[in-house]
């Protein structure tokens, strides 16, 4: 491959290590985070479970919250049973299904605080698991707060990515590119952008993983206000200089990709990552336009073409 005879480059492994990867494994996953399996940890641990809540997607953090709030109320619901339902004053059930739901909705009401004063409990045993509750509530929805809380206020950045890179034309040669936008309406000033090639390559008669940072058109712009198209030019000090499709496809290669931005709204630096594997390089092909102009001139930009591709002039 052409590049390997430039050893003077210079090779940063990204913390990732050498070892080579299998047909069709990603170093990075697509949504930016490292495809490492870790064992030998703790299954609980307060540190990982609080970065767990905070950094899962809506959906699985509601259905965990909705899940604990009905074993809570069962838990309890069948310690009032257990204990006597007749020791809840007001209880109008016959059967042993209604018991155990005069006991359920008797301990969402004592969980909540809310007490709508249909059902009391009666008897030491009684009153002092309700007060239990009750405490537990209070903790809970404080927790609750407290996490909910820390989701909104997490600084992230939402950059949308080109489902691929092309091989296009460029200023008399060809450039490796892909391209980005803000996902928000806010303000992101001050980003930079890395882009670094990985492949497997036989060295010493050992396979090994090696990493080249990629020289780029610009690194580094003031403010997204629009998409930005991040060009690699492929001239002869590019790594990927004379490499055929056939070779990355060979060399399991992968782009990655990793921003950092100044978001004007936290007031704080985030960081957005993303990877694009060798099925991902579209050759001789470039972008399509995604700006227009309104009847009062004003810029459009449409993101649902932000993937969109035509072939090269």
Known sequence: MAFIKRKNQHEDDLGFGNRPMGKDQRMMNADGTSNVKRTGLPIFSSDDTYNWLISMSWRKFMFIILVAYLIINILFALIYVSI??????????????????????????????????????????????????????????????GLLYGRFSRPNAKILYSKQMVVAPYKGITGLMFRLANGRNNQLIEIEVQMVFTINEVVEGKKTRRFFPLALERSKIGLLSLSWTVVHPIDENSPLFGMTNEEMIDGETEVLILIQAFDDTFSQTVHSRASYLDDHIIYNSRFASILSQDENGVTILDLAKLSSIEPAA
């Open 84 to 145: 006597g339902i007749e020791n809840l004053n007001g209880a109008p059930g016959i059967t042993a299904r209604d018991h155990f739901f005069d006991a359920f909705f008797f301990s969402a009401q004592t969980i909540s605080t809310v007490g709508y004063g249909h059902i009391s409990p009666t008897g030491f045993i009684t009153s002092c698991v309700a007060a239990f509750e009750s405490m537990l509530g209070l903790l809970a929805f404080a927790l609750a707060t």
